[in-house]
């Protein structure tokens, strides 16, 4: 069986393109391979944030990934600082990889742009502790979006470059997970991008009726179709993917129809629509209210899946150790 493995920074919450997008092949890809979700809060850390809120953010995100349907007894989830070996990896492939190669990286020549005043080694790097994220459980697929494409080719290239170094196969080369056609790409409010660009952009699963309305409405469309047939504007066409997304065919249809003949009201489009995003939303941010405050489950669902990840990365890391020559005396 093949393994799969997933990790997501610790600030934010998960996006309605989280949800229809990556989050519901998730849920399928559960049945088929071995599937590690872990939440990357090492990473997260570049950005030092406080200390108080740093646990709520994991907490959080873990109790959005439970109630979107990852399930703890098909795939093993937890939290990237609590398997030590990753660190012990990480430092590893730091020897193998060169300044210049991560200088080049595309993410991190933007985060210098973005921050001049926080450039730290642990964001140079970030790749490297990617690389080690992935390779410890040596993985086979990797699903990424664009931005981080990169980084998974820099893990490519470690892999090879420790394989051929040691003279041992230890890594498999991880492949980009491709979702193909099965992926919806749900843009965001703002008629441009994706979900999730911006934080205004996007509704929350833990968004309540009322922000999601509000969001809703004020979404970006134009005073409608002047001449039939004149092309879509992108705001109003973005409105149209995520209806086609969420709301029942007929509805689809019927404002599609009020479009083509021109008598469309946004108003009454985006009603309908912040409707059918409440009833998909609303009981899965129920259920995220109801596992959060679930310590109990919420300990019983780290502590199963941070001793499956520690025995997975045991291993991988012995057979690293016996390639570099560690020996115990
Ligand atoms: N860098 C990824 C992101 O920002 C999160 C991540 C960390 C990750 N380690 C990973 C993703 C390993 C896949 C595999 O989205």
């Known amino acids: 069986m093949k393994t799969v493995l997933s990790g997501i920074r610790s600030t934010g919450h998960l996006h309605l393109g989280n949800y229809f997008g990556a989050l519901r ?3 399928q890809l559960q049945h088929k391979a071995k599937c590690y979700f872990f939440i990357a809060d090492l990473h997260s850390l570049t950005t030092h944030p406080k200390p108080v809120d740093f646990h709520s953010g994991v907490k959080t995100i873990l109790s959005e990934y439970l109630a979107s349907g990852l399930d703890p007894e098909k795939s093993t ?4 600082s609590s398997v030590p070996q990753v660190c012990e990896l990480y430092v590893l492939l730091n020897m193998l990889t060169y300044k210049g190669e991560l200088e080049r990286t595309t993410s991190f020549k933007d985060k210098v742009r973005l921050n001049p005043d926080n450039v730290n080694a642990g964001l140079l790097t970030y790749p490297v502790l990617m690389a080690a994220d992935i390779l410890v459980h040596r993985a086979d697929w990797v699903p990424v979006g664009k931005d981080q494409e990169q980084h998974l080719e820099i893990t490519r290239l470690l892999a090879r470059r420790f394989n051929k170094l040691y003279e041992v196969p230890v890594f498999p080369e991880p492949e980009a997970y491709n979702f193909g056609s099965d992926l919806v790409k749900i843009p965001g409010l703002d008629g441009s991008g994706k979900m999730g660009k911006s934080e205004e952009n ?10 999601i309305t509000k969001k809703v409405m004020r979404a970006v469309t134009d005073s409608g179709p ?3 047939g004149s092309p879509m504007n992108p705001g109003v066409a973005n409105l149209f993917t995520i209806l086609g997304v969420v709301s029942e065919p007929e509805v689809v249809r ?3 129809e009020q479009y083509d003949n021109c008598t469309i009201r946004y108003g009454d489009l985006k009603k309908q629509l912040a409707a059918d995003i409440c009833r998909h939303t609303l009981p899965i941010k129920a259920r995220i209210e109801e ?12 502590e ?6 520690r025995t997975s990365a045991r291993a991988t890391m012995e057979l690293v150790r016996d390639a570099v020559g560690f020996k115990s005396f």
């Open 304 to 309: 199963k899946g941070t001793e499956e990840a």
């Open 202 to 211: 996007g509704i929350y699963l833990v968004d309540d009726q009322k922000t």
């Open 77 to 80: 989830l937890f939290v990237q």
């Open 291 to 302: 596992i959060y405050n679930n310590g109990p489950y919420l300990k019983y669902v780290i």
């Open 254 to 256: 019927y404002f599609r």
């Open 25 to 27: 092949n998730f849920v």
């Open 226 to 228: 002047v001449v039939p």
